[in-house]
């Protein structure tokens, strides 16, 4: 008996009577096969000729499906996971509350609350200051005035709040003036109020946000040379306070994008601001 094996065709060789088809438990996609037997070399007694195509076995498919169905569940899994850690996280970070000290001048007569970790600054000019170690831009001092040249009997002396305001805004303008060419300056007052702490004093609040610009090569000759560029935009905040004939302010001055992330902080600070009577 010999045995052939190939892609023959039903019609070229077998008549349809002789031709059987059949499932085999084979694991392949597509066969073609023939099978002859009892061949001599004169006469073909009897053959067979099977075509069939046979389809993947059940237990194969699944087989397959089940390790991808873990993968997905695993790469599931691994994602509801990192979202809860990092959530997890946030809320954690948000809780964890800012640290406050205080601050106490008993020979000036003010105190305040500041964030833990800034640091003080000596021989900046002020009577006291502070700022952040690592967003210079971030800062808090105190500004008294002469016991000598003022006779403050009320925070009201300044006018009402918005008169305030300007009066602080245009100091400020006036620090930063500069002499640099093609620097611009603009400047809002966004908020004036009035408080009564819980000594019994009034105190004035303003905010203002100030922005500066500048050319990049102020000496070009051409104006389209000449690309104004904003080189910062900060938010000041001034608590206004009087005592002992003095008028004691409170600034706080941030990046607008600091100021935005940490805004409950500084107005923390900025309530907890107090002057105080001096000993004679």
């Known amino acids: 008996m010999a045995i052939i094996l190939g892609s023959l065709s039903p019609t070229t060789l077998l008549s349809p009577r002789n031709t059987t088809s059949f499932q085999l438990p084979l694991f392949c996609s597509s066969i073609s096969w023939g099978l002859l037997h009892d061949f001599s070399s004169h006469s073909l007694h009897s053959s067979r000729f099977c075509c069939c195509s046979v389809s993947p076995k059940p237990?194969?498919?699944?087989?397959?499906?089940?390790?991808?169905?873990?993968?997905?569940?695993?790469?599931?899994?691994?994602?509801?996971?990192?979202?809860?850690?990092?959530?997890?996280?946030?809320?954690?970070?948000?809780?964890?509350?800012?640290?406050?000290?205080?601050?106490?001048?008993?020979?000036?007569?003010?105190?305040?609350?500041?964030?833990?970790n800034w640091i003080q600054v000596r021989g900046a000019g002020a009577d006291i200051f502070f700022r952040?170690?690592?967003?210079?831009?971030?800062?808090?001092?105190?500004?008294?005035?002469?016991?000598?040249?003022?006779?403050?009997?009320?925070?009201?002396?300044?006018?009402?709040?918005?008169?305030?305001?300007?009066?602080?805004?245009?100091?400020?303008?006036?620090?930063?003036?500069?002499?640099?060419?093609?620097?611009?300056?603009?400047?809002?007052?966004?908020?004036?109020?009035?408080?009564?702490?819980?000594?019994?004093?009034?105190?004035?609040?303003?905010?203002?946000?100030?922005?500066?610009?500048?050319?990049?090569?102020?000496?070009?000759?051409?104006?389209?040379d000449r690309v104004v560029r904003l080189e910062w935009d900060r938010r000041y905040l001034s608590v206004l306070g009087v005592e002992n004939n003095q008028l004691y302010e409170l600034r706080l001055q941030a990046p607008e994008n600091v100021f935005l992330q940490e805004e409950s902080d500084l107005r923390q600070v900025m309530g907890s601001f107090r002057v105080n009577k001096v000993a004679a």
């Open 132 to 224: 952040d170690p690592y967003v210079l831009d971030e800062n808090m001092s105190v500004e008294v005035s002469s016991p000598s040249s003022s006779r403050y009997k009320s925070v009201e002396d300044l006018g009402p709040p918005e008169e305030a305001g300007k009066k602080v805004l245009k100091q400020y303008l006036t620090e930063f003036m500069s002499t640099r060419l093609g620097v611009r300056r603009e400047s809002n007052i966004l908020s004036t109020s009035s408080r009564v702490a819980d000594d019994g004093k009034l105190y004035y609040e303003v905010e203002v946000n100030i922005k500066s610009y500048a050319n990049n090569n102020e000496l070009a000759v051409m104006p389209q």
């Open 59 to 116: 237990q194969s498919t699944k087989a397959l499906a089940v390790p991808r169905r873990k993968a997905m569940f695993l790469t599931l899994s691994s994602y509801v996971i990192s979202e809860v850690a990092l959530h997890g996280m946030a809320v954690a970070q948000a809780q964890q509350s800012v640290v406050f000290r205080e601050y106490v001048d008993t020979f000036d007569g003010y105190s305040f609350k500041y964030p833990g």
